[in-house]
């Protein structure tokens, strides 16, 4: 069931809080719908956004792996929405047509081997354990 976008001007206060700090985390003036839909439930949509930003904050991983690693997940569970705004984003971050590639051929390998692995049902050797 595809529920109606909540924008900006029909948000309640707490809904336009989360938009804002969006806004002004990524300095833009546009929220994706992704946020817009999930603000039918504004707890959803603050705890969402809370982990978002702490999760894709640089660390150990710097923000372009981090969404390198975003694109990777999204395509081994088929979700078009994500595999687009993350690529997006880490285009801006950085990534190359060829940097694509290359992490298109280790997801199709990684879940070529991974369904091997489960169908064979391979066990693990102690050396890995």
């Given at each position: 069931m595809?529920?109606p976008?909540?924008?900006?001007?029909?948000?309640?206060?707490?809904?336009?809080?989360?938009?804002?700090?969006?806004?002004?985390?990524?300095k833009t003036?546009?929220?994706?719908?992704?946020?817009?839909?999930?603000?039918?439930?504004?707890?959803?949509?603050?705890?969402?956004?809370?982990?978002?930003?702490?999760?894709?904050?640089?660390?150990a991983?710097?923000?372009?792996?981090?969404e390198?690693?975003?694109?990777?997940?999204?395509?081994?569970?088929?979700?078009p929405?994500?595999?687009?705004?993350?690529?997006?984003?880490?285009?801006?971050k950085?990534?190359?047509?060829?940097?694509?590639?290359e992490?298109?051929?280790v997801?199709?390998?990684a879940?070529?081997?991974?369904?091997?692995?489960?169908?064979?049902?391979?066990?693990?050797?102690?050396?890995?354990?």
């Open positions: 595809a529920l976008l909540i924008e900006y001007k029909d948000a309640s206060p707490e809904v336009r809080a989360v938009y804002d700090d969006i806004m002004q985390t990524r003036d546009w929220i994706n719908n992704f946020w817009k839909v999930i603000a039918h439930d504004p707890v959803t949509l603050k705890r969402t956004w809370d982990d978002i930003k702490q999760i894709m904050a640089p660390g991983l710097d923000a372009l792996t981090k390198l690693i975003y694109v990777a997940v999204s395509v081994t569970n088929q979700c929405y994500c595999i687009a705004s993350h690529s997006v984003s880490a285009k801006k950085g990534m190359t047509d060829q940097m694509f590639a992490l298109m051929a997801v199709g390998m879940n070529e081997t991974n369904c091997m692995v489960s169908g064979y049902q391979v066990e693990i050797d102690e050396q890995f354990k």
